[in-house]
């Protein structure tokens, strides 16, 4: 199994910043990058940040130039640094990977954490 278990989550005032981190664990040799992505109450879930297993990343409209995400060097735990949020930041953030194409094992697990809350306020 793939474990990936996101902090940081939290209320903080518009302008204001804040670092989502996400641990994976377990068969971390299933991993092949790695998401951010984000629900608001009655909306749908939207990706918000990517990152390869090489470095490349992806940033979705709304949030570019505001957020960064990053990796460690083993790649088992990702950033998401947010700055600048707005209250339309407002939303469950989840941890979520890829699987890596070269394992059949790894294609049944699950690759999405539990999530965490972030709440800005105006």
């Known amino acids: 199994q793939v474990y990936l278990v996101e902090s940081g989550g939290g209320l903080v005032q518009a302008g204001g910043s804040l670092r989502l981190s996400c641990a994976a664990s377990?068969?971390?040799?299933?991993?092949?990058?790695m998401n951010w992505y984000r629900q608001a109450p009655g909306k749908e879930r939207e990706l918000v940040a990517a990152?390869?297993?090489?470095?490349?990343?992806y940033y979705a409209e709304s949030v570019k130039g505001r957020f960064t995400i990053s990796g460690d060097d083993v790649g088992i735990t990702v950033y998401l640094q947010m700055d600048t949020l707005k209250p339309e930041d407002t939303a469950v953030y989840y941890c979520?990977?890829?699987?890596?194409?070269?394992?059949?094992?790894?294609?049944?697990?699950?690759?999405w954490g539990q999530g965490t809350q972030v709440t800005v306020s105006s």
């Open positions: 979520n990977a890829n699987p890596a194409p070269d394992y059949e094992f790894c294609k049944d697990y699950n690759y």
């Open positions: 990152i390869t297993s090489v470095g490349t990343t």
């Open positions: 377990g068969d971390t040799i299933c991993i092949s990058g």
